[in-house]
């Protein structure tokens, strides 16, 4: 344990919480105001990135195992075409967001784009997590001292 790193760690701690909450906010906000999935998946990887830039890969990964991330990835695009295919088995074309209510299309509307945008943030979450564990996990070419 490296001890002349403590602030660094202790404000990581505090930020990551902070970072995964602001990423919640820009998801679910984000038909009202700028934002929306796709930003909200990067800023909620960026809090996992941050935490394994600190502390290491090995300990990032004992709290989002690469097994879980790979998952995540599949399962916000069931999610996205899920939403799709669900307004087509009722009758409708494919994300067709008036399937969610019927009787009140501006509602259905604001579901479907939820939902949507949900398995996007998910998916770019997940993606995001995967590119950094794949770089951060190669072995050097050459060590730091042959620099």
Do not use: C
Not at 53 to 74: E, M, Y
Not at 91 to 116: M, T
Request: hydrophobic share 50%; no cysteine; charged share 10%.
């Amino acid at each position: 344990m490296h001890h002349h790193h403590l602030i660094l760690r202790v404000v990581t701690k505090l930020l990551a919480g902070t970072i995964i909450l602001y990423a919640l906010y820009v998801q679910f906000h984000g038909d009202f105001s700028p934002g929306g999935g796709f930003q909200a998946g990067v800023i909620m990887a960026v809090a996992f990135i941050l935490y394994g830039i600190v502390f290491g890969l090995v300990a990032v990964q004992r709290v989002f195992p690469p097994w879980l991330v790979h998952k995540i990835v599949a399962l916000g695009v069931l999610i996205y075409a899920g939403t799709g295919i669900y307004a087509m088995m009722l009758g409708y074309e494919f994300l067709d967001y008036g399937a969610f209510d019927p009787g009140h299309p501006s509602h259905g509307q604001h579901n479907g784009i939820l939902a949507v945008e949900l398995g996007v943030g998910v998916t770019v979450t997940g993606v995001m997590v995967a590119i950094y564990y794949a770089f951060a996990g190669r072995a050097p070419r050459i060590s730091d001292e042959d620099w």
